[in-house]
Nanobody, 121 residues
Framework: QVQLVESGGGLVQAGGSLRLSCAAS????????MAWYRQAPGKQRELVAR???????VYADSVKGRFTISRDNAKNTVVLQMNSLKSDDTAVYFC???????????????WGQGTQVTVSS
């Protein structure tokens, strides 16, 4: 069974740091773009950062200079290092990845179950 499993959320004080990790497991042929999204209460899910298969990155303006996304292709993982956290960063964070399950097969977007990040002011 193919799945994305996140870890690393929690409660932190403003100005602190957290590291989120997401591992893709199961029978996977290749992984394309990997990303982190977040959804705060009463708000729409938004892109936080994404990293393509060639490691080029895109960040939301609100996290530039504070968050860093990276990936380890050998381990099928993507990591989001979050520094200088603010109360506005409080949300459920979701891992997303574009997976190809078989050679020349179609691509599918998979989501993790989400991990809560709470920043106290």
């Amino acid at each position: 069974q193919v799945q994305l499993v996140e870890s690393g959320g929690g409660l932190v004080q403003a100005g602190g740091s957290l590291r989120l990790s997401c591992a893709a497991s199961g029978s996977i042929f290749s992984i394309g773009t990997m990303a982190w999204y977040r959804q705060a209460p009463g708000k729409q899910r938004e892109l936080v950062a994404r990293i393509s298969s060639d490691s080029s990155t895109v960040y939301a303006d609100s996290v530039k200079g504070r968050f860093t996304i990276s990936r380890d292709n050998a381990k099928n993982t993507v990591v989001l290092q979050m520094n200088s956290l603010k109360s506005d960063d409080t949300a459920v964070y979701f891992c997303n990845a574009v997976l190809t399950l078989t050679n020349r097969g179609p691509q599918y977007a998979y989501w993790g179950q989400g991990t809560q990040v709470t920043v106290s002011s």
